[in-house]
């Protein structure tokens, strides 16, 4: 089975520190991709980043990172120097091959930028 | 492109009456997902189409939801008749291929049952 999980519910920071989101997964396959997605108030989902299970580099986009590590099934997600504009919910999500068409959402990570 | 479009934002109607939420997938995209997102569940899936065809519909909570995608541009989610307890945010998402691809979320509609 597929399971994503998103331990912190929710998380406050003050601005200009750095904040990781933790997401752990769960599949028996050794194929599939991993996802972030960013709610802000206004609703939408937003696509951040997408990475595939046989490339653990890390990325860096400005001041979002994400570290993937197959040996403990994570995918983490890090913002340094927050802004108030981060203040939103956090998605992970697993696509496995057997049922590569939908998405395995975790329960999200609302994370709070206090100015 | 526009990305998926969505409509209405809103909407509030009284239990009972039937509620059709409709969507507009990114033109090319193969498949097409509806979501449910409330406090208590979060995103849930209630049915995927492939090339208009619906794949898995076992997310639906209850008959008394349908959906129907006519064609590639164009998908709709019925409930009837509402209730209360269907109160939540829709959400309609779009994407190119199988796994190896994102999927492009819709702005949502709100749907309040009162």
């Known amino acids: 089975a597929q399971k994503v999980t998103q331990a912190q519910t929710e998380i406050s920071v003050v601005e200009k520190e750095d904040v990781t989101l933790d997401c752990v997964y769960e599949?028996?396959?050794?194929?599939?991709?991993l996802f972030w997605y960013k709610q802000p108030p206004s609703g939408e989902l937003v696509f951040l980043i997408r990475?595939?299970?046989?490339?653990?580099q890390n990325e860096i986009s400005g001041r979002y990172s994400w570290n993937f590590q197959k040996s403990t099934s994570s995918f983490n997600f890090t913002i340094t120097a927050s802004q108030v504009v981060d203040s939103a919910v956090y998605f992970c999500a697993l696509s496995v091959r057997p049922t590569g068409n939908q998405f395995y959402f975790g329960t999200g990570t609302s994370l709070t930028v206090i100015p | 492109d526009a990305g998926v479009i969505q409509s209405p934002r809103h909407e509030v109607t009284e239990m009972g009456q039937e509620v059709t939420l409709r969507c507009k997938p990114i033109?090319?995209?193969?498949?097409l997902f509806w979501y449910r997102q409330t406090m208590m569940r979060g995103l849930e899936l209630l049915i995927y189409?492939?090339?208009?065809?619906?794949?898995?519909d076992s997310g639906m909570p209850e008959d008394r939801f349908s959906a129907k995608m006519p064609n590639a541009s164009f998908s709709t989610l019925k409930i009837q008749p509402s209730e209360p307890r269907d109160s939540a945010v829709y959400f309609c998402?779009?994407?190119?291929?199988?796994?190896?691809?994102?999927?492009?979320f819709g702005q949502g509609t709100r749907l309040t049952v009162v």
């Open positions: 599949t028996r396959d050794t194929t599939y991709y």
């Open positions: 998402a779009s994407r190119a291929r199988s796994m190896n691809t994102e999927a492009f």
């Open positions: 990475r595939n299970s046989f490339d653990e």
């Open positions: 033109s090319g995209h193969d498949y």
């Open positions: 189409f492939n090339n208009n065809v619906p794949i898995d």
